[in-house]
Every structure is written in C-alpha cells, then in structure tokens.
C-alpha cells in the first residue's frame, strides 16, 4: 500500500516556541492531505486540508494563523504550530490518498508526531 | 450529538470468543464508511471498507444499515492480537476531496 512518514515522531518544547511537523508521501503524488489531532481517549479531530498549489482549508474552531499548512509540492505538507502552549499538546496526524484512486477509497495514515509543549 | 458515535467499552472478552461493535452515523449524505484499527499511540489503520450488502474478510464481518445510519463490526474467534481499538470511520465527499469524521473508537481487550 501508499506509504506516507511524517516527522518528527516526536517533539518536546518550550511554550512560546513553534513546531514544524511535516508530512511526505513516499511513493505517490497527493494533492490533498490532510491533518488530524487527537487528544487522550478522543477521536481524530480533523483539522484542516492541505491543497497543493492553494490555501488550506480549515474546519471550525481551528485557528489558521496559530496552525499554519504549506503544501508547496505533491509529496510534502507541512504543519506549523506557532507560539506552542501546553493546550497544543496532542497527537498530530497527516493522512493523504492517492489521487488516481477516487475520493471513496482508503486514506492512508503517517504514523503521527506526539507533541509535548512545556 | 456526535457525528459518529460508539461505546467507548472496554470490551474485555477471552480468546475464542465473539465480539460485536456497533457504530451510528448522524449524516445521511455520508457516502462511505470504514472500520479502522488503532493500537495505542499509533496511527490508524483501515481494517475493512463497509458495503451496503454486507461484507467478510476472514474473522472479520461488517454490516451496514443505511435506513438506520448504522454500522457494525463482528469479530469471530478472537485473538490476543486483536487487542485495540477500533474506530468506526464515515466519509462525506465534500466535491472536492473525501472528508473522514471518526468516532471515538471502542475499545478492545482480549484476555487469556
């Protein structure tokens, strides 16, 4: 199957700081992807979408000038979380499917990246 | 209420047994829908797709109920490996790109 990596796998920061979080697909161009949070024992929260070439689209409640996305090529989207604060503390996932296969099939997971803001 | 909503559990359930998850969806428009598998600090994993007849891979059985937005998952002889949870997955085509909304996942523990 597709195959798609993220890093860093893990991050630990100073509040005030900001993370890059990037997220590749190996082996297919994506023009989408997309970014999940996920708290303790709650679900994948999505984020936003990531659209190569355009702005991201973000869903409610999620601030786009704290959590900023660069989708500059097909295979990288980045994720940047600026000003860090202990609440930004979670478990971020990037997902992407290749394009070639319609909009139903299987989304494809990175294997996430555990932020911790001190 | 929930887009998608399922027992968190834990299921606690010894090896061999049969185990049953189910899942309600709130969207009618959702057009498609998963089962995945999630292992503690891990990323999701697609388990199954869920069809509208109903289908099987191997132990694994998944039914859908359109008329009642519901989905179910059945899990036969169970294995200490199918310790996990398990997160029922609809997706919504937005036109653009499929969109994923999770549940919160069902737990499942399985015992000697």
């Known amino acids: 199957g597709a195959v798609v990596s993220q890093h860093p796998s893990w991050v630990i920061c100073k509040s005030g700081t900001s993370v890059k979080i990037e997220c590749r697909s190996l082996d297919f161009q994506a023009t989408t992807m997309f970014w999940y949070r996920q708290f303790p024992k709650q679900s994948l929260m999505l984020m936003a979408t990531s659209n190569e070439g355009s702005k991201a689209t973000y869903e409610q409640g999620v601030e786009k000038d704290k959590f900023l996305i660069n989708h500059a090529s097909l295979t990288l989207s980045t994720l940047t979380v600026t000003s860090a604060h202990p609440e930004d503390s979670s478990f971020y996932i990037c997902?992407?499917?290749?394009?070639?296969?319609?909009?139903?099939?299987?989304?494809?997971f990175g294997p996430g990246t555990r932020l911790t803001v001190l | 209420r929930k887009e998608v909503e399922q027992d968190p559990g834990p299921f606690n359930v010894p090896e061999g047994a049969t185990v049953a998850f189910n899942c309600t969806y709130s969207n009618s428009a959702s057009q498609s829908f998963f089962w995945y598998r999630q292992d503690c600090r891990k990323e999701p994993k697609l388990l199954m797709s869920v069809y509208s007849s109903g289908n099987e891979d191997g132990r694994f059985t998944a039914q859908l109920n359109r008329a009642s937005q519901y989905i179910s998952l059945l899990i036969r002889d169970s294995k200490l490996s199918d310790s996990a949870t398990y997160l029922c997955v609809v997706n919504i085509d937005t036109g653009t790109a499929s969109k994923l909304t999770f549940g919160t996942g069902t737990r499942l523990q399985v015992t000697l």
């Open positions: 997902s992407a499917f290749p394009p070639s296969s319609g909009h139903y099939n299987e989304q494809f």
